[in-house]
């Protein structure tokens, strides 16, 4: 069984990626709330089928992704950086955080009850994301050497490897930080309560689109 390496941790240099990705994905959901305000389906009127079974696998991956960042941050929630955590979400892939983001960015898409969404959500991930990982894991190896590089071989990158899964009988967790990262964690369960709160709005009048889209 792999066990977490801790180590006394040097002063720490993040890529320019790592330092404005906060910034920059703040920036990208106020342009994705101004859309998701003046858009509508237009599967609405033509496919209430489809509209159904878009939300509905929507919900699934918003919980799904609500539930594994919750997972992540009981492992790395005042940790990061401290010490290479191997173990439980991270024995099966390296980024299990980013792999439930996506998973969740999908969700949110589909809720939308539109495709155009959840490919640009998709698109925008593909693009960005790979950056951010790459920046990431040159730090981690420039913290954690050797020990790193073999966490690398044997656990893959993004994709989950369940046949690598382990987990301790016991792990500490520093409530006051785990508690901070759980609010971070539900944001995709409130980005679903505000496109029911616009679907409400429009429905009592307060609210136009300005266009649909399929």
Known sequence: MKKSIAKEVPQKMHSKIEKYRIILSRMAAVVVLFFLFTTQSLWETKNEVLTFFLFFIGMILVGIASLGRMWCSLYIAGYKDDKLVTEGPYSICRNPLYFFSMIGLLGIGCATETLTFPILFILLFAVYYPFVIKSEEKRLKQLFGVSFENYTESVPAFFPRFSTFS??????????????????????????GVLELIEGLREIGLLSAFWSIY
């Not at 792990?171 to 609010?183: G, M, Q, T």
């Open 167 to 192: 987990e301790p009988k016991n792990y500490l967790v520093k409530p006051s930080v785990y508690r901070k990262h759980i609010f971070s964690a539900l944001w995709f369960v409130w980005l679903v």
